[in-house]
């Protein structure tokens, strides 16, 4: 059978290590593929780097839309990044008929419904393993493996980036910003490093991995996200004595009346393996009523694990291309028509998130406060599970002196535990800004 024709827009991190692994790999694709898969023409602005990477096999060209215009080229594979131009490109691919695999969660999270659908339209295949976790199969097994099930939730690692930061911070005590320039040099963090600490990139995984858990539209608007940037170096430390470990997970989690989906720092016990994945490795848990607790751990980022997806995705498309709608795996593994709308199962505002949470409390040392704290968390239905009290910092001549509350609470919702804090910050005895983190047990 004739080799499936590529057109690569973009030849960086994963663009090169896409070529490197065809390359190496093409004897053993063709075994599984039942033909080639051969790069014909490569686009990049930068075309003297590009030359110097494919040499003479293949073409390179600056103007990615000479690569769509082809007759000749099968699949399109956008590796350029970003929701701008990236966005053209694929809708223009789709309109000229071509397939599309792209490693870019930030154009499918914002603009996937429009993708899709004009993808649908035209009979042509998205494909987009490499976007949500890297080399990890995770996009396969939630739409295939594991399609029995009727999944309950997902939490993740799914940025190496800020993993690696938490890891080597705890670890050798290094500062933050000198670990965030070692992610860069190894090519793990965004063109915009903020889409990383931010949460932002994790939300993009977290939303894709949403609407092809649960059957709904990908909704990146609705997410919540909050990055690592506001992590202190004491609730670690504290976390760690009380068998914790701090993650950026990224959660979508389905509730009777919703979709939970968000991005933050968590609270994950320290005997859970997920907690023991360390530098810039992933790890998503996906909890299914059939299968149970599932976990998949890999690498999420760099130039040939990504690849390693990219290239999976072309193997689907060479075997699958000539077969009908009805033959392939819808893009979001639901199909189509089933998509729920938004509003059957809506993505939740965050103050509707069940979780139990991690409090520290500087305080004023004297009699009567922690019964006020407690009282406060009481009125609202939340209960505790466990309080630390630590010595706080040396305080001036003639200050009160002050101590530490280390709180953990059991299950509530968020909007009351919101309530609850206010209440307490506006208390006298509470001496600076009450610090909260979501704690997760993953069981
Ligand atoms: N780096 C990773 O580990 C990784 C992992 C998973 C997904 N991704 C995603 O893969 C995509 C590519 O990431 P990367 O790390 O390889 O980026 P990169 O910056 O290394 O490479 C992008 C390439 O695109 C080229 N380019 C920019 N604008 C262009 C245009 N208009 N026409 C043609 N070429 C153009 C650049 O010259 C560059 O060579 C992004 O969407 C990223 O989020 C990256
Ligand atoms: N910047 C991303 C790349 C992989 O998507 C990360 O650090 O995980
Ligand atoms: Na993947």
Redesign the pocket.
Known sequence: MKALQLGL????????GTFAVLQRNQAEIVRRAGRGIVIKTV????TA??RAVVGDAAQVV???RAVIADPEIDVVV?????YG??RA?VLEAIAAGKHVV??????LAVHGSEIFAAARAKGVIVAFE??VA?GIPIIKALREGLTANQVQWVAGIIN?TTNFILSEMRDKGLDFDVVLKEAQRL??A??DPTFDIEGV?AAHKATLMSAIAFGVPVQFDKAHVEGITRLAAADIRYAEQLGYRIKLLGIARRQAEGIELRVHPTLVPTKRLIANVEGAMNAVMVQGDAVGTTLYYGK????E??AS?VIADLVDIARLSGAGEGARVPALGFQPEALAQADALPILPIEQVLTSFYLRLRVADEAGVLARLTGILAERGISLDAVLQRPGDEVAAGQPAATDLIMLTHITREGAMRAALAEMQALPSVLAPIVSLRKEDLA
Do not use: M, Q
């Open positions: 827009l973009g030849i960086g991190t994963v663009g090169s686009a990049d602005l930068d780097c590009a600056a103007d990615a956008e590796l350029i990044g970003g131009i990236a490109l792209t490693a870019n969660k930030a154009l490499a976007a890297g190496g090519g793990y965004e063109a990139d999420g980022a760099g130039s694990p990504t997806a």
